[in-house]
């Protein structure tokens, strides 16, 4: 099992309805080759986990690198990981406001990740746990 988490400025703000499009793109596409994960849309900006089979992760991203609805598009975890953080998800979705959108990419800062690379597995651990409380009833 394998997980990219990426954060990429939308090339133009979404709309409702083009946010909704898009998520049910991913969904359907996402059951149809294993992939799970969460799209999170703040700021005109995409935090997204990607998890699943190494080679279809790395591809999906590769294919997310060229979408022309992404620009700027950078990996902050890249990585073998034992089990799946959002298994129940084709692709669970939050449009965040910027106070949540800013707390969620306060974890990527790259000044952290060059700096303090002991710390990054425990990032990713509150990284990731801040993601699943967006699927929480």
């Known amino acids: 099992m394998h997980h990219i988490i990426y954060l990429s400025w ?8 083009q946010l909704q499009a898009l998520l049910q793109e991913a969904r359907s596409h996402n059951t149809a080759i294993g992939v ?18 190494e080679a279809t992760v790395r591809e999906l991203y590769e294919y997310i690198k ?21 298994a129940g998800w084709s692709m669970a979705f939050e449009a965040a406001s910027p106070q949540q959108f800013d707390e969620l990419v306060g974890y990527l ?15 990713d651990i509150h990284l990731l746990d801040l993601l699943r409380s967006f699927t929480l009833p």
Do not use: W
């Open 10 to 17: 939308a090339t133009h703000p979404f709309s409702n309805e």
């Open 36 to 53: 799970t994960g969460i799209l999170v849309y703040g700021n005109n900006c995409f935090l997204q986990v990607l998890e699943g089979e």
């Open 66 to 86: 060229q979408d022309d609805r992404h620009r700027d598009v950078t990996a902050y975890a890249d990585k073998a990981v034992t089990q799946r953080a959002f």
């Open 109 to 123: 800062q790259p000044a952290n990740v060059a700096f303090d690379a002991a710390r990054l597995p425990l990032m």
